[in-house]
């Protein structure tokens, strides 16, 4: 048996579609038909070869987040079954397939049940951006109702599920974005700071009374990580997926904040913690069920021979929030 994947053989190749074996789930496997993957600013990377951490050796199927149904299950399984519909962040990684393709061999410890008021569409949108949302404001940073929360980039696709999760927990959120985004911004329940129109001092002083918000969420990175370490509150906690480059704790000191990273690929590159995926995916959906959470998804769709045109749109800058490329 056999299938159709997309196949990168060159670093910032062609994407070539190909035809691959068709997997067969082990021990703790499932086989999922794939419906939507979706895409990240990491799959964009990856492809060109500037993402050395993500341990994806060529050739490759790129896809992070998927969302399919279930086909068929390996040895031991018992939380799934054939006809369930899935989602969850699975591959693309250390030499796993991507969702790129037809059919993956999946974790079961990474999946969870997709939410039942979501398309195979929208449910591709949600697992890394969710992951990463989820591990900074809940298991990192201890978000506790009432709290003040400053999400940089609150219209991106970590930052616009950011806003609404710590909603969802009772913060009082504000929310960096462009002057075009900012109505998305307050659509999610956040209060939209342009930061190219008002500098850090103007708005925490405007927003806080000068004294700092009590979480900064970086999903941004660069000068906005450094922005964040300006704008948190004093005992506050910065919380950044994005840190990797050289900043000045100064700031952050004389706070007496703390900080934290995120590695969301951490349980995929080790296979440690990979059970906590599948928990923080039960959690979206619930949020999704309960009407407290909803993927935003750029507009245009795309065939799995259409995905070039889907990187582009994702490399230049120009999405709005996730893109999607649909399997046929």
């Known amino acids: 048996m056999s299938m159709q994947a997309l196949v990168l053989n060159h670093y910032n190749g062609p994407l070539e579609l190909s035809t691959l074996p068709k997997p067969e789930p ?33 050739p490759l199927v790129l896809g992070i987040d998927m969302a ?11 939380a799934f079954r054939p006809g369930d519909d899935v989602y969850g962040m699975t591959g693309g990684v250390a030499g796993m397939q991507g969702s790129l393709a037809q059919y993956a061999a999946v974790d079961v410890d990474l999946l969870a049940l997709k939410p039942s008021n979501l398309s195979m569409r929208d449910a591709a949108a949600l697992p890394l951006a969710f992951i990463t949302a989820y591990a900074g404001i809940v298991d990192r940073a201890h978000l506790r109702a009432g709290q003040t929360v400053l999400v940089q980039g609150g219209a991106g696709g ?56 009590d979480l900064v969420v970086d999903s941004v990175g660069g000068p906005t990580l450094d922005a964040s370490f300006a704008a948190v509150k004093h005992f506050g906690h910065v919380v950044s997926a994005l840190g990797w480059g050289t900043h000045a704790l100064a700031p952050l000191s ?33 949020l999704v069920e309960s009407h407290l959470l909803r993927p935003v998804v750029d507009p245009r769709r795309f065939s799995l021979a259409q995905a070039e045109e889907a990187y582009e749109i994702v490399s230049a800058g120009t999405a709005r929030a996730k893109v999607i490329v649909e399997i046929e």
């Open 26 to 58: 082990g021990p703790g496997q499932v086989l999922v038909r794939i419906a939507a993957s979706g895409l990240n600013p990491l799959d964009t990377k990856i492809r060109a070869g500037a993402a050395a951490h993500a341990r994806h050796p060529l």
């Open 68 to 78: 399919g149904t279930v086909e068929a299950v390996g040895a031991g399984v018992t």
């Open 158 to 213: 970590v930052g616009h599920i950011a806003v609404q999760l710590a909603r969802a927990l009772g913060a009082t959120v504000f929310a960096t974005a462009s002057e075009k985004n900012l109505d998305l911004v307050s659509e999610l329940g956040g209060t939209p700071i342009d930061y190219r129109a008002h500098s850090v001092d103007a708005y925490v002083a405007a927003h806080t009374q000068g004294e700092g918000f």
């Open 254 to 286: 004389f706070r007496e904040a703390t900080y934290s990273g995120v590695f969301t690929l951490y349980p995929l590159l080790t296979g440690n913690l990979r059970a906590h995926h599948g928990e923080m995916m039960r959690e979206a959906t619930r």
